[in-house]
């Protein structure tokens, strides 16, 4: 079975503070991604990767870099945390072949105070 | 822009009745429409998916209608159950995007006794 393992279900910081959020998958995925989850909204791309140390912009890239130096692991990086991006934070992999399905990891709950 | 428009944003149903969620979307280059299952606590799971090529899918009591030239396509569950009170995201992607979705925002069903 796939597992996606995303390091905190829960996470506090304060505004201004550089957040880390780390993903990791077991399953020699190629791609990885970064979504946020906010009621209403659904589930809005931030980054993702197709290979180790390469990334693409999503639809909401404002605010966020992402890390990836090695193929299991991706790493979100909240440059100076503000407010507005308090949220569920959801990692996920699917090989690179067409039409492959997410899998997901069980998200962090990120608050920003 | 929203690309993938997704309705209602809750339903209520009882047991045994059909669930019937609904998306649109706007891109014709999409050609890969899944269907993502998500209980509380957990990240989003692939339910069932369907390629335009056919006009409906059928897994068990789950079923994807496609409508190519309305661009719309939906979810029917069959004789639905407790168990299956979750939230339901659609989602489209085209090939060669290393799986990129785009997602609705997202559907809470409530299956009542």
């Known amino acids: 079975d796939v597992k996606v393992t995303q390091s905190s279900r829960y996470l506090v910081k304060r505004t201004g503070e550089k957040v880390f959020l780390e993903c990791v998958q077991d399953?020699?995925?190629?791609?990885m991604f970064w979504y946020r989850q906010d009621p209403g909204l659904g589930l809005r791309l931030i980054y993702f990767s197709y290979d180790v140390k390469m990334k693409e912009k999503g639809d909401i890239p404002e605010g966020y870099s992402v890390s990836r130096e090695k193929k299991e692991r991706f790493s979100l990086i909240l440059e100076s945390a503000s407010t507005n991006q308090t949220s569920m934070y959801l990692c996920a992999s699917s090989r690179d072949r067409v039409n492959q399905p997410q899998h997901f990891g069980d998200g962090t709950r990120l608050s920003i105070l | 822009q929203q690309q993938v428009k997704q309705s209602p944003q809750s339903l209520i149903v009882q047991k045994g009745g059909i669930s019937i969620i609904n998306c649109a979307y706007e891109?014709?280059?999409?050609?890969?429409f899944p269907w993502y299952q998500q209980f509380p606590g957990k990240g989003p799971a692939l339910l069932i998916a369907i390629r335009p090529d056919v006009s409906e899918k059928k897994e068990g009591r789950f079923t994807i209608s496609f409508n190519k030239s309305a661009k719309q396509f939906s979810l029917h569950i069959m004789d639905s159950q407790p168990g299956d009170s979750a939230t339901y995201f659609c989602a489209a992607s085209r090939s060669g995007t290393a799986s990129k979705l785009t997602f609705g925002t997202g559907t809470r069903l409530q299956v009542t006794l």
């Open positions: 891109n014709t280059a999409f050609d890969y």
């Open positions: 399953m020699d995925h190629e791609n």
